[in-house]
């Protein structure tokens, strides 16, 4: 079946101009994560929702961003008025529902191949 | 900081030579994940091993987990030149997977 697509895969903008990624997650994943990963670094966590549960921003780095999930499937990330510390690849991940008292593997997240984005 | 630390940064072997990377973490988890990624793709999910778990195997990957000494190690036997990749190791910091946090990873070549 078909896994998690982000778009677009590559984004280059001018600094100080608003921009917004988009993912499509696995059909029945509940959960959605936002990542970031700057040149060389590990991930780092942005956003997490969560079926009909207020999203977890924590690791959100400015007001400058945010996130949406409509419909409980597909999530938008939005960054506004850009800056060159914004540059890195974007990744999103979805997996099944959370069962905070199972024991299965319910929490493996499969990853889209990311958005590239460049602020000039 | 980081939560989980992988440990080298870079590693260099030959085809058919066994590869350890370890991964070192700071608080109480409920569980730990390995993940790889190869070079502008996506991450590709390869373990997970429960705080209660000590090792585990998939394939040519074994994994291992001291919680007393919150670390990880994963192992690839066997290397082929295809394993050429940055791993990343993943924790839940004991939040039942709400959000995981990832290390630098460690980048592998394996040379033909």
């Known amino acids: 079946g078909a896994g998690v697509s982000q778009s677009p895969s590559n984004k280059v903008t001018e600094k100080g101009k608003d921009v917004e990624l988009r993912c499509d997650p696995i059909s029945g994943h509940t959960a959605l994560y936002w990542y970031r990963q700057s040149l060389g670094q590990g991930l780092e966590f942005l956003i997490y929702?969560?079926?009909?549960?207020?999203?977890?921003k924590s690791g959100l780095p400015s007001d400058r961003f945010s996130a949406e999930r409509t419909g409980g499937s597909v999530s938008t990330l939005t960054i506004q008025r850009t800056q060159q510390e914004d540059s890195a690849v974007y990744l999103c991940?979805?997996?099944?529902?959370?069962?905070?008292?199972?024991?299965?593997?319910?929490?493996?997240?499969?990853f889209g191949p990311g958005t590239r984005l460049t602020v000039l | 900081s980081q939560q989980g630390e992988e440990d080298p940064q870079a590693l260099s072997i030959q085809e058919g030579e066994n590869a350890t990377m370890n991964c070192s973490y700071k608080t109480s988890i409920n569980n730990l994940q390995w993940y790889r990624q190869n070079s502008g793709r996506g991450l590709v999910h390869l373990i997970l091993?429960?705080?209660?778990?000590r090792e585990k195997h998939s394939g040519r990957l074994r994994v291992t987990l001291d919680t007393s000494k919150k670390s990880s190690s994963l192992l690839i036997t066997a290397s082929r030149a295809a394993d050429t990749a940055s791993y990343f190791c993943?924790?839940?910091?004991?939040?039942?997977?709400?959000?995981?946090?990832f290390g630098p990873g460690t980048r592998l070549s394996v040379l033909p």
């Open positions: 091993i429960r705080s209660n778990e």
């Open positions: 993943a924790t839940d910091e004991n939040n039942y997977g709400q959000n995981f946090v």
């Open positions: 991940a979805s997996s099944l529902a959370l069962s905070v008292n199972s024991r299965r593997s319910y929490n493996e997240q499969f």
């Open positions: 929702f969560q079926g009909n549960s207020a999203p977890d």
